[in-house]
């Protein structure tokens, strides 16, 4: 993934994929600062000995819980998830998560702190079969509680839902519903792998209002394989209809462990994905027409119906510099400075937590400045910046420290600023995550992501 460097040029990513033009192999999506392929074995040290510093209380804690199994896995998907586990395994790895957990517990990162977050992750957490999630949710409750908590988050995807699960997911807590529509058309969602097909959208999202959660989102994907400019059109009408607190619409990627991407780097097929000019114009259009039903633009890639009522927790407070606790096979942490990654194979996971000893596979100690630049990049995405907040927190000028990343986005269109406020433009919003790399010390600039 080696590439150009893309110290100036909003057209090449982190990882030198292309973001005009075909979509290429490689990932787009800028989740996290330094770069993946930084984090080594040889930094878990620096993990261990942050969970046991005493954390600042100021500092939000979360908590990520990776469920990795999938009835089927999609054809675009990069994440570790498993479609071939049997109910006895599930139960097994059920028992580890919340063994994790409870080790987390007795180290000082969680001393005196409440949970302000809580986010089930996939993978595809809804795969759990209801008396399976009351076991692990009676499991974590041994050792953390989030009666208190001002988020929780549950993913799902639509086929594997039923109303008694709905109503479990309620009693446990859940504020937050993430359904994974992606699509409303039957054959795009076959032709991606998708497990669910359209009647069990609307049946689900039936269920999910009936329980009155305090915010329901649904998930898109522009430029899906087979994807056309009717049908989208179509996929924005049915979305505005379902009137959800939440849309979230992510641009079609395809990073090198997916189906698709084998198919064309050792098949050496063409890219069935639509580029990203066509992509960016597909949610151009999204957020236009959404916009005009009474949503507002919350981030580069979220719109909310109302801003007062709807926040995204897990979000505003991991892109401002919160420390999260992940657990699960492959999960990532951030705690005290420190970014840290868990084993990503299941077996060593689970013999890992058998053992008694946190599962830790990779990590990487940042000083401030790269806590910064991460918060930055991070914030970026939300389509605003305030200089007066890093002033305020780091003691430091960002238009004057990145004058000339900042100077060469707003030369092309992406961004613009008046005193503190700094302002992405909708061009450069829809392409944000190519804004981002300028902003990287000069030794993570075109070096491999992930």
């Known amino acids: ?56 209380p100021s500092v939000p804690l979360g908590l990520y819980l990776h469920i990795p199994f999938c009835r089927k896995r999609c054809k675009f998907c990069y994440f570790r998830v498993y479609t071939d586990k049997n109910s006895r395994e599930v139960e097994r790895y059920v028992d580890a998560l919340a063994a994790e957990v409870a080790l987390y517990r007795k180290r000082q990162v969680f001393e005196g702190r409440p949970l302000r977050f809580v986010y089930f992750g996939g993978g595809t957490p809804s795969f759990l079969g209801s008396a399976q999630l009351q076991l692990l949710v009676d499991r974590l409750r041994e050792s953390v509680a989030w009666d208190g908590a001002e988020e929780v988050t549950f993913e799902c995807e639509p086929g594997t839902l039923s109303r008694k699960k709905v109503g479990a997911l309620k009693e446990i807590g859940v504020t937050r519903v993430s359904l994974g529509v992606e699509n409303f058309d039957d054959t795009i969602l076959s032709e991606n792998g998708r497990a669910h097909l359209s009647a069990e959208i609307y049946r689900s999202y039936d269920w999910i209002r009936d329980e009155g959660f305090d915010a329901v989102n649904v998930d898109l994907i522009a430029g899906m394989v087979g994807e056309t400019d009717e049908n989208w059109d179509r996929c924005i009408r049915e979305t505005i209809r379902l009137q959800p607190d939440s849309v979230t619409i992510y641009q079609m990627e395809l990073p090198f462990n997916t189906v698709y991407s084998r198919e064309i780097l050792v098949d050496g097929k063409p890219t069935q994905v639509a580029g990203w000019t066509k992509k960016r114009e597909w949610v151009r ?56 990654q868990n084993l990503d194979r299941f077996e060593e996971y689970i013999e890992a937590i058998e ?49 000339d990343a900042f100077e060469a986005h707003r030369a092309s269109g992406w961004l613009d600023w008046s005193g503190d406020e700094i302002t992405l433009s909708r061009d450069g919003l829809l392409r944000v995550d190519t804004l981002l790399p300028p902003f990287f010390h000069e030794e993570h600039r075109g070096a491999r992501y992930t």
Request: aromatic share 12%; hydrophobic share 35%; proline share 6%.
């Open 285 to 340: 259009r999204a957020f236009d027409e959404i916009e005009r039903a009474g949503y507002s633009v919350s981030s580069g890639y979220t719109l909310v119906r109302d801003a007062e009522a709807c926040h995204f927790a897990y979000r505003d407070h991991l892109w401002r510099g919160a420390d999260l606790v992940g657990a699960g096979v492959a999960s990532f942490s951030h705690v005290g400075g420190v970014h840290f």
């Open 355 to 403: 053992e008694g000893r946190l599962p830790l596979q990779r990590a990487l100690p940042i000083d401030e400045r790269e806590q910064m630049i991460r918060e930055l990049i991070l914030q970026m995405k939300l389509g605003r910046l305030d200089a007066g907040w890093f002033r305020e927190k780091y003691g430091r000028e960002i238009l004057e420290e990145f004058r």
């Open 1 to 56: 993934m080696t590439t150009p460097d893309p110290k100036i040029s909003p057209d090449i990513n982190t990882t030198g994929v292309a973001s005009e033009g075909d979509t290429g192999v490689g990932s787009y999506f800028v989740s996290n600062y330094p770069p993946y392929s930084f984090w080594k074995p040889e930094y878990v040290g620096a993990a261990e000995k942050a969970l046991d510093r005493r954390p600042d």
